[in-house]
């Protein structure tokens, strides 16, 4: 109820405010608590130290002070404010919720203290035991990196935490160009089950307008209030003793279009515009113009891997007329502590493997315009939909198979990954010739193997050679 009084107040006009308001006590009718807001009484559940709002000037993004005499930008002398409706409102704002707040609701909120002190126990004991085995983000070498001696998480009395976040904007409603992009943040220490549990799920802050945020201005607010909880924390009762619990953001998770824009670098389809390494990929002819294609090199032609001094002064000495290396400037993260960008920025599988790759694939075995390839198999499509239509899975698949021939243009994410572990291979065989469903067989397998909830260092190594032999003869078949 505060962060939506928060964001109201804030975002919307009156009226508008109202319209929400009895929109949500509709699509919410079983809550109560809900159900005897009234729009008057709504500022009662907000006090001061719940969220800030952030005023930036619209021109050049420059941030105004707090204070609301400033009414010009010092920097390009553009207005602060507005008349709406005879309502003064900022030109450009977003907001920024109290997260040490947030941070101590959530500690206090019962059995999560117990949760997180189980949890970090077990951590602690497989990182002595120096388990190879990958079951969750903290196993992983970053994660671990912070275990060892002096660093972070460092001491059986420890009492840290880290947290990893993510940022994605969404249409107010259908066909509109204003949009909202909330920053949520996860606990890792929680346990996977309750880590992304909404109820646990801390919301750091929120902008709507139309197109994207000013990143800089944003994301390196949002840097800020994160520095102070890395340095300082917080303290609290928990469990009946005074403890201070500091938190350290690891990473990062962003579909394609907003990691370029938080990097303040090239768009997934440009030259140089891979976080992880620093592979150039080259121009291709495709239809009546070009894309950019990132070919297979051997081991000995692949361009080095990114690390944190490199993008440093890579984003340093970049512009954007003169990019170097992809980075036309520096990024808000550069400035939150102790924040590795390469290793904290990871490849978004969602969007890469599922809505990528593998929709690629099925656009090339079922679309008409590739109806001359040998790998075609459009015209055995309604036989390949009874087949998959046939198959009754388990309960916890989240959604059953549907019409091939009418939505596989259209599949959501979820059926994509169904369609790639599941079901494609029993459905294409003896349809789709033998070399392509070798071919699609090492992406399934090898995805598999890393969605596993136990993860060895043989799984590991056997899906990388899967990947790289499908990534390796892509091109050829």
Not at 112 to 124: A, H, M, S, T
Not at 155 to 179: E, F, H, P
Request: charged share 25%; with cysteine; glycine share 6%.
């Amino acid at each position: 109820m505060e962060i939506l009084a928060c964001f109201l107040r804030n975002s919307i006009p009156g009226s508008g405010c109202k319209d929400i308001l009895k929109t949500f006590k509709t699509v919410f009718p079983d809550c109560k608590g809900l159900q005897n807001i009234q729009y008057e009484h709504l500022w009662k559940y907000l006090d001061d130290d719940f969220a800030n709002e952030f005023h930036y000037c619209e021109s050049c993004f420059e941030l105004f002070p707090a204070d609301t005499d400033t009414v010009r930008c010092g920097k390009c002398n553009n207005p602060r404010f507005k008349m709406l409706n005879k309502v003064k409102q900022p030109r450009a704002s977003f907001v920024m919720a109290n997260i040490n707040r947030q941070l101590k609701n959530l500690l206090q909120s019962p059995g999560i203290w117990e949760d997180v002190l189980k949890n970090k126990n077990y951590i602690r004991n497989r990182y002595l035991q120096d388990n190879e085995t990958i079951t969750d983000i903290t196993d992983g070498s970053l994660y671990r990196k912070l275990l060892s001696e002096n660093d972070f998480l460092n001491g059986t009395d420890n009492t840290n935490l880290t947290a990893v976040i993510n940022t994605d904007g969404v249409s107010l409603y259908s066909s509109s160009k204003v949009q909202l992009w909330p920053i949520f943040m996860a606990v890792n220490e929680l346990n996977p089950c309750a880590r992304f549990a909404r109820e646990n799920v801390i919301l750091a802050g929120i902008w709507q307008g139309k197109g994207k945020p000013p990143f800089n201005t944003f994301i390196g607010s949002f840097c800020k209030l994160m520095n102070d909880l890395y340095d300082t924390g917080i303290t609290e009762k928990l469990n009946g003793e005074e403890t201070t619990v500091k938190l350290k953001v690891i990473c990062g998770i962003y579909d394609l279009p907003a990691k370029a824009a938080i990097l303040n670098m090239t768009q997934y389809n440009g030259s140089d515009s891979c976080i992880t390494c620093e592979e150039p990929g080259k121009t291709v002819k495709q239809g009546k113009g070009t894309s950019r294609c990132f070919p297979y090199r051997e081991t000995a032609e692949k361009y080095p891997n990114r690390n944190q001094a490199g993008v440093k002064l890579a984003m340093e000495r970049g512009t954007e007329r003169n990019r170097i290396k992809g980075f036309k400037g520096t990024s808000p993260l550069l400035d939150l502590k102790n924040f590795d960008i390469v290793s904290g920025t990871p490849p978004d599988y969602m969007h890469g493997v599922l809505l990528g790759v593998t929709k690629t694939l099925l656009y090339k075995w079922f679309s008409s315009t590739e109806s001359k390839k040998e790998y075609f198999i459009g015209d055995k499509v309604k036989l390949i939909s009874k087949r998959l239509n046939s198959i009754k899975p388990p309960e916890s698949m989240e959604r059953l198979p549907r019409d091939l021939e009418k939505n596989y243009t259209h599949f959501k994410a979820t059926e994509l990954q169904a369609w790639l572990i599941y079901y494609g291979i029993p459905c294409v065989e003896g349809i789709l010739p033998n070399k392509y469903l070798e071919h699609f067989a090492c992406l399934a397998e090898g995805v598999y193997f890393l969605l596993g909830d136990k993860i060895s260092k043989n799984d590991l190594q056997r899906a990388h050679i899967l990947l790289d032999a499908f990534f390796r003869n892509f091109s050829n078949l």
